[in-house]
């Protein structure tokens, strides 16, 4: 289960975030349908920020409230790390991680609805 949060959060970040450019900015069906908790056919910013705040706790591995270089390497390239660390103290706190995600999700609700679909 771990893993599979892991990598939606990871699929999650790297289509919708950071990473657009290279990557499909479209989340697939499957992690759409992963994040839709009460299965009405969208993701609503509160199910998005309920999956996204349990990747924050799965990702930091050592439970200190933040995110390290070394908990995401697998995840993350560095560019991709500091662009979620906003006050560069080369760690992610939780406020960043949601920060960042929360934007994503803003940026991924074309039609403003507050709904991924
Ligand atoms: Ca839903
Ligand atoms: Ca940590
Ligand atoms: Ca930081």
Same mark, same amino acid.
């Given at each position: ?22 990557q ?15 299965k009405?056919?969208? +993701?609503s910013? &509160? =199910?998005?920020?309920?999956f996204?705040?349990?990747? %924050?706790?799965?990702? #930091?591995?050592? *439970?200190d @409230? ?13 560019d ?11 760690? +992610?706190?939780? &406020? =960043? ?7 994503? %999700?803003?940026?991924? #609700?074309r039609? *403003?609805? @507050?709904q991924l679909?």
């Amino acid at each position: 289960m771990k893993k599979l949060v892991l990598t939606a959060a990871c699929c999650l970040l790297l289509g919708n975030g950071i990473a657009a450019a290279q990557q499909s900015p479209a989340m697939n069906e499957g992690q759409l349908n992963q994040l839709d908790s009460d299965k009405s056919g969208s +993701v609503s910013k &509160a =199910e998005y920020q309920t999956f996204m705040s349990a990747a %924050f706790t799965k990702i #930091d591995a050592n *439970g200190d @409230g933040s995110i390290s270089v070394t908990e995401v390497t697998k995840i993350l390239t560095p560019d991709q790390f500091s662009a979620m660390d906003a006050n560069g103290d080369k760690r +992610v706190s939780r &406020a =960043e991680f949601m920060g960042q995600v929360m934007k994503d %999700f803003a940026g991924a #609700d074309r039609s *403003g609805d @507050g709904q991924l679909k």
